[in-house]
């Protein structure tokens, strides 16, 4: 266990991974080193930094000898007290992180992934090692949602979470919107502007904003989620078409996380969502993120800002640091838990399958312009007992293939699935149908 420290020794600090991100976290210890101090009561010593790659200019100078490719002097090295682990993916962050933990150093990460698989192992070895795990830059980059979850509201039972957490989708869709262009063509312009990665199935298949939720889950309910018990539904199949409809309707779309806790089930799920356009989320734009959190006694909280880049996520993670640093300098002996609560003392809450889930959703049928078409699939929603609030149909086309939209009252996504498969079916239907869910109760 890392020994408590004189308030007056500065912190040592070591660095794994200096890419972008790393890049910010060595800029802001360099440039803003007086306010650090002044807030904290002792500076923040970068005593190590490793990277495989030690030749590119990342446009800050460094001491001779800080920058190694030897990970593992880093997180042996007995000077260094906090890990930050800023490799991302799965290995070999997850064996340098062990390490450092059985090394008694605490750790501050923003790797959503590499928590969201293997949290469970991390923070239970950092309970059994007496050390702290801080995450905040893994969830909505420079936004402190997790400070807020533990500390701030950390005195509220949380009933609900919902986020829009991906800020390369939530350009795409705003672009889509406002130019009424393709998700192809948007995509493109996304990755030119460096907005999307060149493989962007992370992000636009929703991922990512999966990964985030797992944690979120976990810090607001108390309970432990498998990424893999998140249902995941990107927004690939959107076109302009359906923002258009969804405008016409009243709503926005949205890529949006959504995580409810209802008695002892919890649901966990990401997928392209239609919400009021009235809404708050509703207004986030552009690459902001925003996380909506209720608690009992808070109410509904919203938190917004930029998701990602380097000076966002850098400053999240160096607010980690200085929260560990201050545990070390006031030498309480206690240290907070990862997740807020004992590993021990989280429950296992029922995550509902996406069969037992009410909600109303929007349809898009592509069907043959001929009569009789509204009757089959309008026949074929009642036996599965999903009801028609509106209903938009074009004018007759004197050939080929039109849509006809559905907005559907609340109804059990077991039933529409069903209905879905059944309507698809139909020799007068031409596409798959697109179904996207319909949020009213976002309280």
Avoid: W
Avoid at 119 to 127: H, L, S
């Amino acid at each position: 266990m890392t020994e408590k420290v004189d308030p007056m020794q500065n912190i040592k600090v070591g660095l794994l991974g200096f890419g972008t991100i790393g890049t910010g976290v060595v800029k802001i210890i360099q440039q803003n080193q007086e306010v650090m101090s002044c807030r904290l009561g002792a500076g923040i010593d970068l005593v190590r930094i490793a990277d495989l790659d030690t030749t590119t200019d990342r446009g800050v100078k460094l001491p001779a000898g800080l920058l190694t490719d030897d990970a593992q002097a880093l997180v042996n090295d007995p000077e260094v007290q906090v890990v930050i682990e800023l490799i991302g993916g799965y290995e070999p962050a997850r064996t340098f992180v062990l390490q450092a933990i059985r090394n008694g150093k605490h750790v501050v990460t923003a790797n959503k992934a590499l928590l969201a698989l293997h949290g469970d192992e991390i923070f239970r070895a950092a309970e059994e090692a007496g050390v702290i795990v801080m995450f905040e830059a893994a969830v909505g980059g420079g936004i402190p949602v997790i400070s807020a979850i533990k500390e701030n509201l950390g005195a509220n039972n949380f009933s609900a979470i919902y986020g829009i957490l991906n800020g390369t989708c939530n350009y795409i869709l705003t672009r889509m919107e406002d130019a009424g262009e393709s998700f192809s063509a948007v995509l493109t312009d996304a990755q030119e502007q460096g907005y999307a990665e060149a493989d962007p199935t992370f992000d636009v298949e929703g991922i990512d904003t999966a990964h985030k939720l797992a944690l979120l889950v976990s810090l607001c309910f108390g309970t432990k989620v498998d990424f893999d018990q998140v249902y995941t539904e990107g927004i690939s199949k959107v076109t302009a078409m359906d923002i258009e409809y969804a405008r016409d309707f009243g709503y926005k779309l949205k890529l949006l996380a959504i995580g409810k806790r209802i008695g002892d089930e919890v649901e966990a799920r990401v997928h392209p969502t239609m919400i009021p356009e009235d809404y708050p989320l509703a207004a986030i734009n552009g690459v902001y993120n925003s996380v909506r959190l209720v608690g009992d006694f808070s109410g509904p909280v919203m938190l917004s800002g930029f998701g990602a880049g380097m000076d966002a996520t850098a400053s999240a993670v160096m607010g980690d640091v200085l929260s560990i640093a201050r545990d070390l300098i006031v030498a309480t002996g206690k240290r907070s838990t990862a997740l807020g609560c004992p590993q021990s003392k989280l429950v296992s809450y029922k995550i509902k399958s996406m069969a037992e889930i009410c909600s109303s959703y929007y349809m898009r049928c592509t069907v043959k312009d001929q009569p009789g078409v509204l009757s089959q699939i309008s026949g074929v929603l009642g036996k599965y007992d999903i009801s028609i609030e509106s209903m938009v149909q074009p004018h007759r086309h004197e050939v080929g293939a039109v849509p006809i939209v559905f907005v559907t009252h609340e109804a059990l996504e077991s039933n529409v699935s069903a209905a879905l498969l059944e309507i698809d079916r139909l020799d007068v239907v031409q596409e798959e149908t697109l179904l996207i869910r319909i949020e009213y109760q976002l309280e």
